[in-house]
């Protein structure tokens, strides 16, 4: 079995991870496909209808930049590496090492060499992201999402515990790799195609993050209400609440069309279903209020 240190990653992986990546590959493929279709195959005529010559021309033009920009995906990428490092503060020993210890705490408990470490105030990362162009050039940006609201960064350390093994995860799991955007970098970009597919990785990074996070519930339910909010939620109620699990579930895959992300209570619900974490041990733990170990302790 293929191991990260202490992760299994055969077990932490979902199991219709491989199925689904090589079903969105095909997708990806057939899109690519239809485009040069159109280029070189649209019969003459319909460029003879006024009514929908303009059309024509539009599908021509977008056919031919879906072809023409899979050589960029590479230059594109670089260049969002080179700007999270351009314009992030990088974090280490010497720039709020709080979150540094953190970091490299779960780095050795997965048995890895820790990527870069960036705290990017851009809008456009969200809570988190990585990237990896190599193996030795990888890393990690936290965005301001994540430090909203908070007070002081002892405050959110299990949140912050919880997002960096998440993005471990992405790392190791290989969700920020060439090929993965180069195979399925169109697919990735449609609302109802891409939903089968964040939903098993988002699901293999969770579970990564729960076997390096005993305290992952936390950072999970910093996600459903974040900012200053997740200080005075009470997160054993949140628990029962997502177990409830009772909205319909034709409506909740209607409510995900839109981003195509799995809903924070439905990756908590995975991760109890599974057994990456334990609904009666967290209720029982988050209501006496006593901690759970860090990663560090529990290597």
């Not at 199925?19 to 005529?45: D, R």
């Not at 908590?268 to 974490?277: D, S, T």
Request: some cysteine.
């Amino acid at each position: 079995m293929q191991r990260s240190g202490k992760v299994d990653l055969a077990r932490v992986r979902h199991p219709l991870e491989r199925v689904v990546f090589w079903l969105s590959v095909l997708v990806n493929a057939a899109i690519v496909g239809c485009a040069a279709w159109l280029i070189y195959m649209t019969p003459e005529w319909l460029g003879e209808h006024r009514a929908v010559s303009t059309l024509v021309r539009s599908i021509h033009a977008a056919a031919i930049a879906t072809i023409g920009i899979l050589p960029v995906l590479g230059v594109l990428r670089r260049g969002r590496w080179a700007s999270y490092r351009e314009t992030s503060v990088r974090l280490g020993r010497d720039q709020l090492p709080e979150i540094s210890s953190i970091f490299v705490a779960l780095c050795g408990a997965a048995g890895l060499d820790p990527p870069e470490l960036y705290a990017c105030p851009s809008k456009g990362v969200g809570v988190s992201t990585s990237l990896a162009l190599t193996r030795d050039r990888r890393l990690v940006v936290l965005g301001p999402d994540l430090f909203q609201g908070m007070k002081a960064l002892g405050d959110r350390a299990d949140v912050l515990q919880f997002v960096l093994a998440h993005e471990l995860g992405r790392l190791v799991l290989g969700h920020a790799s060439w090929w993965e955007e180069g195979v399925l970098g169109y697919m990735k970009r449609i609302p109802l195609l891409r939903i089968p597919l964040l939903t098993v990785q988002t699901a293999s990074r969770d579970r990564f993050a729960a076997t390096l996070c005993p305290e992952a519930i936390r950072g999970l339910a910093f996600l459903a209400s974040g900012g200053k909010l997740v200080y005075h939620v009470d997160v054993a109620a949140y628990v029962r609440q997502v177990m409830r699990d009772d909205t319909p579930s034709f409506w909740a895959w209607v409510g995900r069309l839109s981003s195509g992300d799995p809903h924070v209570a439905e990756r908590i619900r995975h991760l109890y279903r599974h057994g990456f974490l334990d609904v009666d041990d967290d209720l029982a733990r988050l209501s006496s209020g006593v901690p759970a170990p860090t990663a560090a302790a529990s290597r």
